[in-house]
């Protein structure tokens, strides 16, 4: 299954675990795709950066170019021909879904959760996506 992770999800999973740690044991372990982009990319290291910088602990550079050497690169724009967020900096994250065939976004963003379905893309939070999508094994730990 190929799916978008937001910035904030991938964050926290790398910096915190929890449920979106899940995700990215899950994504480690081969049983999802994650997709991005090169504006999604950008974005995760800009933040990493910051997060870096004030945790220390991660060297988020060594985890960026993993990612991008284990998960689905796709050409897609920053911004849609029309904005379909009320946030359009997030529209990146769908029109990479759509440039990739994933059918999921993992978001806990308002304004992305809010367009949910658009094109049949589904947004959902992390413990929703965890809970339908993942082995029961790997839901709680």
């Given amino acids: 299954m190929k799916i978008v992770l937001d910035t904030n999800v991938l964050v926290s999973a790398l910096f915190f675990g929890g449920v979106p740690g899940r995700i ?15 504006p999604i990319l950008a974005e995760y290291r800009e933040v990493g ?12 550079e060594a985890f960026a170019a993993l990612l991008v050497m284990n998960s689905e690169v796709v050409d897609s724009p920053e911004h849609l ?15 990479c879904a759509a ?20 094109r049949g893309i589904e947004v959902l939070r992390p413990r929703p996506f965890v809970d339908r999508y993942l082995p029961e094994s790997e839901r709680s730990g």
């Fill in 99 to 118: 440039a990739s065939g994933a059918s999921v976004v993992v978001s806990g963003d308002r304004h992305l959760v809010e367009v949910s379905g658009w």
């Fill in 49 to 60: 950066a910051e997060l870096s910088a004030r945790y220390g602990d991660v060297d988020f």
């Fill in 81 to 95: 021909p029309e904005a379909v967020c009320s946030d359009p900096a997030d529209d990146k994250f769908l029109a």
């Fill in 24 to 38: 990215l044991s899950a994504w480690h372990a081969g049983r999802i795709t994650l997709v991005l982009s090169a």
